[in-house]
C-alpha cells in the first residue's frame, strides 16, 4: 500500500437544516412533504401559523410577519419562503401588504439569523408580455413588467425588496424561482382562469406562444435550489412553447380577435369600476409571448417532467364543469353564455356585467 493512500480524505460536509414557510398547506405543504424524505438535509423544519399534518417536520407556529422570527431560525442553514397571498379575487392592497411585510421580515431575520441561504418564488411575469420580445427570453432579460396592483405589481416588490436586501446584507444568498405559467392541482391564476373563458382571446397582429410549468417541476427545481445546486435568478417552465393553433387544438376553444386598444382599453375601464378582480396588464400574458429560457437548471441537469402539452391537458381536466370565467371574473355559465354574445365589449366577455353595475348604480 503506497503512503498516499493512507491520508486521510477531508470530512463530508454537514447536511444543512432547512426550513419552509407557508408549510402548512398549497405550495409549502408539497415541497415539504417531499423534503422530508429527501437524505440531503439534516432536518427541516416546518413554518406557518398554524401546524400542518406532514409529521415528519419539526413545525415552529409563527406568522412570517412577526418580527421574533429571527429568533425561530437561528438554527437554519437555507430557508425557502412561500409563505404568501397571491389569489386572484384578494383585496389587492391587503395582498400587497401581506406579501410584502413577509419577504421583509423573512429576508431580514435570515440575516440577524446567519441563514446562509433563502429561496423566493416570484413569476417569469415580471419580464413582461410584450408583441416583440424574444422567444424565449434569457434569464438575464432586464425586469420590464408594468408595476400595477395586481399579482404581478407584487413580484416586482418582492424582488425589489430581494435585491435591497443583497445590499444591505452581502453574507446573504439570495436565489429567485420565476416559474412560467404555473399550472397543476390547486392553481388558480388569470392564466388558468383564461382557459374557463367561452373563448380565448387574441389581439390583431400578434400571436400568443404558451409556456407552462407544471407544480410539480418547480418543486423539482425549489429542491435544487434549496440544495444550492442553482443560484441566482432561475426560469422554471417546461421545454419550448406551444402556439395558438396548437392551443386551440387541445382545448376546443375558438378565438376571438381584437385590435389591441379597444381589449386593454375596455379591460381597463372594467377593472376601475370594479368587474373585474385583474388589472388591464394582466390581459398582457395571454395575448403576448413570454416564453423562458431555463437556462440555469439545464446546467445543472435539471429536466422537467411535463411536456407543454400535457401541462395544458391538466390544466383542461382540472377546469370547473359549472363555471366560466370572463376577464378573470367567474360566473354561472349562463350569464357567462350571454356576457360572451354581446358585441364589442361581450367579445372579451363583460356587456352583461358592465349593464348589471350600472343597473345597480341606478338603484
Known amino acids: 500500500m503506497q503512503s498516499e493512500d493512507l491520508v486521510p480524505t477531508s470530512k463530508r460536509p454537514r447536511q444543512p437544516v432547512v426550513a419552509v414557510t407557508g408549510a402548512a398547506s398549497g405550495l409549502g405543504r408539497e415541497l415539504l412533504s417531499r423534503l422530508v ?4 438535509f439534516r432536518r427541516v423544519v416546518a413554518i406557518d401559523e398554524q401546524r400542518g399534518d406532514i409529521q415528519e417536520a419539526t413545525w415552529r407556529e409563527i406568522d412570517v410577519r412577526d418580527p421574533l422570527l429571527a429568533n425561530r431560525i437561528s438554527d437554519i442553514d437555507v ?16 395582498r400587497r401588504a401581506y406579501n410584502l411585510r413577509a419577504a421583509q421580515t423573512v429576508l431580514t431575520a435570515c440575516a440577524a439569523a446567519r441563514v446562509r441561504r433563502v429561496v423566493l418564488v416570484t413569476s417569469a411575469m415580471v419580464y413582461g408580455a410584450a408583441p416583440d420580445n424574444e422567444v424565449p427570453l434569457p434569464e438575464d432579460s432586464p425586469v420590464a413588467a408594468e408595476p400595477d396592483t395586481g399579482v404581478v405589481g407584487d413580484f416586482l416588490e418582492i424582488e425589489a425588496v430581494a435585491r435591497r ?14 416559474p412560467a405559467a404555473v399550472v397543476g392541482p ?31 417541476d418547480l418543486l423539482s427545481a425549489l429542491e435544487l435550489a434549496a440544495r444550492g445546486d442553482v443560484s441566482g435568478v432561475v426560469a422554471v417552465g417546461s421545454d ?16 376571438l380577435e381584437l385590435p ?11 377593472h376601475r369600476l370594479g368587474v373585474t378582480p385583474a388589472p388591464a396588464t394582466d390581459l398582457h400574458y395571454v395575448v403576448y409571448p413570454w416564453v423562458v429560457d431555463c437556462t440555469t437548471l439545464r446546467e445543472a441537469g435539471w429536466k422537467p417532467a411535463w ?52 343597473k345597480k348604480r341606478r338603484q
Open 37 to 40: 424524505s429527501s437524505a440531503d
Open 79 to 94: 430557508l425557502v419562503h412561500l409563505a404568501g397571498d397571491y389569489a386572484v379575487d384578494s383585496d389587492p392592497a391587503e
Open 165 to 178: 436586501s443583497l445590499r444591505s446584507h452581502p453574507g446573504l444568498e439570495v436565489t429567485v424561482l420565476r
Open 186 to 216: 390547486g392553481v388558480d391564476t388569470v392564466i388558468t382562469r383564461h382557459f374557463e373563458s367561452p373563448r380565448l382571446l387574441t389581439v390583431k397582429g400578434c400571436s400568443p406562444h404558451w409556456q407552462f410549468c407544471h407544480i410539480d
Open 240 to 255: 419550448g412553447w406551444i402556439g395558438h393553433e396548437k392551443v386551440e387544438e387541445l382545448s376546443g376553444i375558438r378565438s
Open 260 to 270: 389591441a386598444g379597444l381589449t386593454f382599453g375596455t379591460a381597463q375601464r372594467l
Open 307 to 358: 411536456t407543454n402539452e400535457a401541462a395544458l391537458e391538466q390544466l383542461l381536466e382540472l377546469r370547473g364543469e359549472n363555471r366560466t370565467t370572463v376577464v378573470g371574473r367567474r360566473l354561472p355559465v349562463k350569464e357567462a353564455t350571454l356576457t360572451a354574445a354581446g358585441a364589442t365589449v361581450a367579445v372579451i366577455g363583460t356587456a352583461a356585467i358592465v349593464r348589471q353595475v350600472r
